[in-house]
């Protein structure tokens, strides 16, 4: 019983309650009929050091989020994680990820780091084999750097995303507002963020899309089902929680239900 | 930007959910319009290491949950944690909690470990000066343990607490049944479970209890209630969340409402 004893690690803060679901699913995800069978986690967030990562795709703020992020990967390590997600889509943007997890491997770091989005798309695949139009709700940092699109198009998906100004709306007025947006008022979540995000999946569903990937963390606080109607609600943070758990003990993972 | 940042500290994992909870409490009780004004916090949670503590006072488990615990909270330590909380009521009693705090001390560890118990007897104190008669809901272990009514009553209150049976039955049925208990099915709690716990209630409130403590820490996820009518439902994990806040950072500290 050592601090090295392994450990599932959660690179929070970005933002602040995105940590705190992942760690939420890793507990609905596990199969477990008493405490002592939940897996052991570190949690580490720290909101006030990590730049916004949308700000700084669109060159609003220059400090790379990666090196905040890198230490604290390396931190996660030295309390025994021997995995660890990183439960913010927008970080998963290469200008952002490709320096994290280069400075990882150039630091020696023995930390599997899981890509959300790749296991996103694994996901869809497996569990969504009839979908062929994927739609994408996200910040508009994602939206910009386009990395759903780019990785599910090579896959062989039609991708769609909103339009610049719903776009926006849906990024100021449900993500960001300083009232009523997710970011500040999640629990519960405003009736006027709800409706936003509804709005951009019935956007999406009117242009083909059958799959609906909430690309930002705080977007699931809003749209909490699986479904809505026919449409599968994919969400890429349960999605990472469940790759968690298989990389760390796979014998503890729930069967997959869309119910 | 270093891993010594000051952050705060919460030892989990006693049970699963209880450090999700505090660590969600902190995020409400602070005051924050942007997700930088949050608070760093590191997280850790062995819940698989952690002998159940009740087991432990019974005599029905033979290692103290104190060992696992001092070396979480030096873990903590380790990574920046300044002031930590346990959330735990159980691990407060003390054959638990004084070979803890031994343990800090002798080892040099610098971490305030603020205690729980003795906070919600302040809060009590300054928030419901009016209450004379104070209930206590809690695991088996923490009702056999009776620090609660040791340290209110040595302040002059009134303390009533559930007769064997029915303390009995909120334990079984309400906290550890493996389906409908809490520690097993917490989002949502069952109604089973709730139920049990209203009974509880109103059965202190038949004996005069004008505030009830939620004495562990799966009871407020089935009463998140501030009030029920004119009863004073006290929830020692937001009491922490908020000591947590005021020895951190004073400043981000929400003014406290009964609504």
Chains 1, 2 share one sequence.
């Not at 405490?35 to 580490?44: F, G, I, K, N, Y």
């Not at 849906?170 to 979540?189: M, N, S």
């Not at 799959?211 to 026919?230: D, K, N, Q, S, Y």
Request: include cysteine.
């Amino acid at each position: 019983m050592t601090s090295d004893d392994p450990k599932i690690g959660i690179a929070g803060g970005a933002g602040p309650y995105a940590g705190l679901d992942l760690a939420q699913m890793l507990l609905e995800e596990t199969i477990a009929e008493q405490e002592q069978d939940h897996l052991s986690t570190v949690l580490l967030s720290t909101p006030e050091q990590i730049e916004d990562r949308t700000r700084f795709l669109l060159g609003e703020a220059t400090v790379n989020p990666a090196h905040v992020l890198f230490r604290n990967v390396r931190d996660l390590e030295s309390l025994g994680a021997s995995v660890v997600g990183l439960p913010c889509n927008t970080a998963h943007a290469a200008k952002i990820w490709s320096v994290l997890t280069r400075k990882l491997e150039q630091s020696g770091c023995r930390v599997r780091l899981l890509d959300m989005v790749a296991e996103t798309a694994d996901f869809l695949r497996v569990e969504c084999p009839e979908v062929q139009t994927v739609g994408v709700l996200s910040t508009i940092g994602t939206w910009r750097a386009a990395f759903y699109p780019t990785l599910l198009e090579a896959q062989g998906y039609r991708v769609m995303v909103l339009e610049e100004t719903q776009q926006r709306e849906l990024h100021e007025e449900a993500l960001y507002h300083p009232k009523h947006g997710i970011k500040a008022q999640a629990h519960p979540v405003t009736t006027q963020a709800r409706r936003v995000l509804l709005d951009g999946v019935r956007t999406l569903e009117s242009q083909g899309a059958e799959a609906v990937i909430l690309g930002c963390t705080e977007i699931p606080l809003g749209l909490p089902e699986r479904r809505l109607g026919a449409t599968y609600l994919v969400n890429p943070g349960r999605i990472l929680a469940r790759a968690l758990i298989r990389e760390f003990q796979l014998e503890r993972l729930r069967p997959w239900s869309w119910e």
